[in-house]
């Protein structure tokens, strides 16, 4: 089986492109990152994915005219770069049509809340405004809408009593890191069977 190559999209302190990058290195992951794209050139994942030796495809979206222009650009370099598997760690954009179409069912996130739950920003702060008492954490597919992707795996974590936004998300954070380089070796093992919206993992 050749080995799958991965581009990551974060925008910020970049833990769970670590994760990622550290499975690799690990052999925990049939893949091979092979390119980080991110939209703030200052962000703390860019520094990650230089020690780890990952090319870096940086914009500011000030730069383009409109999300659809960049994407372009981007799709290019994925394309160029026979990307088979992108994967939104962190990144906080809108992806259009532009990247969804051409990507679609090879394009996930994570997310730090139980989809269809609490979907969009701040789903840590929300579930712990709501008051659950479990929450937890979602990969699922990208389909162009908020969170709204076919649900491919998720792990729950408890919300304590004097839980702060803090304290839950160190723990949300450590699920993630966990899950995220779970999946993502499921779909490249060829394990992940997606069918209108129910996904498989054997």
């Given amino acids: 089986m050749a080995v799958l190559k991965i581009a990551v999209f974060a925008s910020g302190q970049g833990t ?9 290195k690990e052999r925990r992951l049939d893949g091979s990152i092979e390119l980080l794209v991110c939209d703030k050139p200052s962000a703390p994942v860019v520094e990650r994915a230089r020690q780890a030796g990952v090319d870096t495809w940086l914009f500011n979206p000030k730069d383009y005219a409109s999300r659809e222009a960049y994407e372009t650009e981007i799709l290019a ?8 598997l992108i994967v ?9 049509p532009v990247l969804v179409k051409p990507y679609y069912g090879r394009m996930i996130n994570i997310h730090p809340a139980l989809l269809p739950a609490f979907p969009g920003v701040n789903g840590i702060g929300q579930a712990l405004a709501y008051g659950v008492k ?3 954490v979602t990969v699922h597919y990208v389909d162009g809408g908020m969170d709204s992707g076919p649900i491919i795996a998720q792990r729950a974590v408890e919300v304590a009593d004097g839980d702060t936004e803090a304290s839950l998300a160190q723990r949300i954070h450590a699920a993630e890191q966990a899950l995220l380089p779970w999946a993502v070796q499921q779909i490249a093992q060829g394990n ?3 069918d209108g919206r129910r996904v498989t993992v054997r």
């Avoid at 769970?16 to 690799?24: I, K, R, Y």
Wanted: hydrophobic letters at 50%.
């Fill in 16 to 24: 769970n492109f670590q994760a990622l990058a550290d499975a690799a």
């Fill in 77 to 84: 370099e994925l394309q160029r770069r026979e990307i088979g």
């Fill in 88 to 96: 939104l760690a962190g990144y906080m954009r809108i992806i259009t």
């Fill in 134 to 136: 479990i929450t937890g």
């Fill in 192 to 194: 992940v069977t997606l």
